[in-house]
């Protein structure tokens, strides 16, 4: 709602960049909110000894990965997102635009408020960091 109301002068080209613009932020907000509080509910999960889990909760789906498999899928994860996090700021946000969103190069470039050219090198330095740290997970 806030896109409308602030953007509804902008013509519409400009509106899906500003949308992940707007997205990239509250995602931004959320996460550090859901850090502190994930934080104080494990503090507090820990010290109530009432809960108790639904026995059939915990069975395992038969139609799930195998262990070994979930095992390498977390540590690909796991590095992936450590990874992520070694980047430079607007290296991982070029990635996560292109890659993860699908954004053009020109609709990236206009979320990130920075030329094509600095699009492509960001996301190209961010591709080639991640390729040597990831080397076995990286494709």
Request: hydrophobic content about 40%; charged content about 25%; aromatic content about 6%.
């Amino acid at each position: 709602m806030q896109l409308v109301r602030r953007y509804a002068d902008k013509p519409a080209e400009q509106w899906q960049p500003l949308f992940y613009r707007v997205l990239t932020n509250r995602v931004r907000d959320v996460q550090r909110r859901s850090t502190v509080r994930n934080r104080f509910l494990s503090w507090l999960q820990q010290n109530d000894d009432d809960s108790r889990e639904e026995p059939m909760a915990a069975l395992a789906d038969p139609a799930s990965r195998r262990p070994e498999e979930e095992v390498a899928l977390d540590r690909a994860m796991d590095a992936l997102d450590a990874a992520i996090m070694t980047l430079a700021p607007r290296q991982a946000e070029a990635l996560l635009l292109r890659m993860v969103e699908g954004l053009s190069v020109a609709a990236t470039a206009a979320a990130m408020g920075c030329s094509q050219g600095s699009v492509k090198t960001h996301y190209s330095r961010a591709v080639h960091a991640l390729r040597e740290q990831l080397g076995e997970h990286w494709p």
